[in-house]
C-alpha cells in the first residue's frame, strides 16, 4: 500500500508543476500567439491556431489528472488497513512505572481535629481554634 502512496504522489506533483507550467506558458485573451511556438505563423510547430489548441488541450488533460491523483490521495489517506485487535494504545510500554500513592497524616502540626491551623498565627492562641 505504501508503493501505491508514493507512486500516486509522485504523478501529483508532477502532474502540479506541469500544469503550473502549461498555464504560464499560455498567452491571454487579448494577446498575440505565444512567441515560444512561432508568433502565430502558419508555418509555426502547430499551425496558425494550433498551438493554442494544443495548450489548451494538454491543460485539461492535466488539470484531470491532477483532480484524478487528488482523489486517489484523500482514498489512500483515509482507507489505512486497521491492525488486528488494534488499538492505539495496543503494545504501548509504559516510559516510567506508576509511583505508589503517599499517604499524608490526618492531621498536621498546629491543626486539631485535621483541620490546619490559619496562616501567620500562633499555634497557641486562641484565634486559631475551631470551635465543636
Known amino acids: 500500500m505504501n508503493i501505491w502512496l508514493t507512486l500516486v504522489l509522485v504523478v501529483h506533483v508532477m502532474t ?3 500544469l503550473i507550467g502549461l498555464v504560464l506558458i499560455q498567452h491571454g485573451k487579448g494577446a498575440d500567439v505565444g512567441a515560444s511556438f512561432g508568433g502565430g505563423a502558419s508555418g509555426s510547430l502547430f499551425g496558425a491556431t494550433g498551438s493554442a489548441n494544443f495548450l489548451s488541450r494538454a491543460t485539461a488533460l492535466l488539470a484531470a489528472v491532477f483532480f484524478a491523483t487528488s482523489l486517489v490521495l484523500a482514498y489512500l489517506a483515509t482507507h489505512k488497513p486497521r491492525v488486528e485487535g488494534g ?24 491543626s486539631q481535629d485535621g483541620v490546619p491551623a490559619a496562616p501567620g498565627g500562633n499555634e497557641n492562641s486562641k484565634a486559631n481554634e475551631v470551635p465543636k
Open 87 to 110: 488499538g492505539i494504545m495496543e503494545g504501548a510500554v509504559p516510559a516510567v512505572p506508576a509511583a505508589p500513592a503517599s499517604t499524608a497524616p490526618a492531621s498536621t502540626p498546629g
Open 16 to 18: 502540479a508543476l506541469g
